[in-house]
């Protein structure tokens, strides 16, 4: 999606998008952890596939290292904490994408859906202010901000589908160490 200074993707990387980077010559790392029960990708010989009926879903249980070398795979960047922001909240500096909380155009645990929702599921009704799908619930989004002066741990933002409906506001921030998987 445009904004005027910069680009952002209008919806999370899928399940579908990472396995092909992960097939790709690029990718001399995994970055995923394929034995957690949330993965939804597979490794069948040397080949990596979706499982069944999660292809637009989005990705999970990637680490920092695995989101930003997709991105420079797919030439793209990680989003800086401001821009996302930006493209989450609008100009008017909404709590959340939709302006105020409403449920039923977002996942997370408040919903029930138990897991990740495809990416598609709530267009028409919960998009940002710039057409972007999921900045709130379904699945934690790695920025390329560090969380403090530390430089020990990168920020997440957006919230997941089992996290409660204050984590998916539009300026939570939660971090992580970057090799651990979101």
């Given at each position: ?14 399940n579908?998008?990472?396995a ?82 409403d ?15 495809p ?27 560090w ?36």
């Amino acid at each position: 999606m445009i904004d005027q200074d910069f680009w952002i993707d209008r919806y999370p990387v899928t399940n579908a998008e990472y396995a092909e980077f992960l097939n790709s010559p690029a990718s001399k790392q995994e970055f995923i952890d394929l034995d957690d029960p949330m993965c939804r990708i597979a490794k069948r010989g040397q080949a990596y596939e979706v499982k069944e009926d999660w292809h637009d879903h989005p990705t999970t249980q990637v680490s920092w290292f695995g989101a930003a070398a997709y991105a420079e795979w797919a030439g793209k960047v990680l989003p800086d904490e401001r821009r996302w922001e930006k493209e989450a909240r609008g100009i008017d500096g909404r709590p959340y994408p939709f302006r105020r909380w409403d449920g039923s155009r977002c996942n997370t645990a408040e919903q029930g859906a138990g897991k990740t929702t495809p990416y598609s599921l709530y267009a028409g009704r919960g998009e940002s202010p710039y057409s972007c799908l999921d900045m709130a619930g379904n699945v934690w989004e790695w920025m390329a901000d560090w969380y403090d002066s530390e430089e020990k741990k990168r920020v997440l933002r957006g919230g997941a589908w089992n996290d409660v409906v204050d984590r998916a506001r539009s300026a939570y921030r939660f971090c992580r160490q970057p090799a651990r998987t979101a």
